[in-house]
């Protein structure tokens, strides 16, 4: 392990052992940086569209206000949710469904392209929507060697950290899961794609979300996160939105810091100290170490912050991100924690902005 990796490693296992301090009296400061113009987002290339006939329609779908077919509704949601995500302005999973997290998603997206920035989905939503981005939002995989060959962690109680510190890391469970999280997909979504497949065997066909890379064009420079409203958006050095993520933000019973701070440093695949002489949650009375990986407690990314014990991570459970309260730290998808670690720049501003609505 290179000193740098190590030195990365100590920084999450000191960060990790707490996310429930009390915030300082100082309030959030207002958002005082000026819209611009958001980065034009290059039409995704063209992967070889999906032959199932769900698929097509999927990739097909238009806003027809007269239907009543919930079938039809799923079928827009998927294409919005897959096209919202490759323009960085993420819904969480792509599940097919209605939620504050697609709305949220909608709406940041509606005021970037100056239209009406109520989180409805309108003609003027979808038609924008496809015209920066027309590739097919679904598209045929094939499972490969790799994929089913492991190693896979048996499942676990989420609150089970004695039995967590046990294993030699904290793996996915098994290809399902794995293969839903490259996706951006919530794992009954992809099952509803691919009805009676098993998802262990190489060599299958399936059909999965063209999700967006997790990249970005530009580098963070200021990150602002809403505590109200449970998102966080980041910004360029000219104050130009690069992307919207949903997240879970603290609770009023463990509220996240208010104020200005600034990124320490990244970690990827960072460990989980449990202290529960500083904590206040879980069972365990001894110290326990977590290993690294995408089911380890915070994820599969630590962003560090200067408030020390606080940071922007991931997280084991995608589909409750900004639906269940945290410890006091920022939670992100796994995949949208790493888009943004991948383009923070160290020093980059983070201003926590508003109060928490979510009780514990």
Known sequence: MTGLVSRFALIAVLALSAC??????????ANTVQKSAPPVVAASPAPAAANSPLAQAINAATLDPAATDPDAHRNLLVRIQTLLDRAHFS???????????????????????????????????????????GGQVLVDYQITPKDVAGPFSPPIPKDDYEAMAKLPAMDYQNPLEMLAERFHMDE?????????????VAGTTIVVAAAGADTLDRKVDRIEIDKALGQVRAFDKEGVELAVYPATVGSTERPAPSGEWAVRTLAPRPTYTYDPSRLTFGKPKAKLTIKAGPNNPVGS??????????????????????KRASHGCVRLTNWDAAELGSAVNKGAKVIFMGAEARSS
């Open 301 to 322: 990314t630590w962003i560090d912050l200067t408030k020390d014990t606080y940071g922007i991570h991931g997280t084991p459970d995608p589909k409750l991100v900004n």
């Open 20 to 29: 429930d301090d009390k915030p300082p009296a100082k309030p959030a400061p």
């Open 91 to 133: 819904p969480g999973v792509i599940d097919g469904r209605d939620g504050t997290n697609l709305t949220l998603a909608i709406k940041a997206f509606q005021g970037s392209r100056n239209l009406t920035a109520d989180g409805q989905i309108t003609k003027a939503l979808v038609d924008t929507l496809v015209a920066g981005d």
């Open 188 to 200: 009954a979504l992809l099952q509803a794609l691919n009805p009676g497949v098993n998802f262990g």
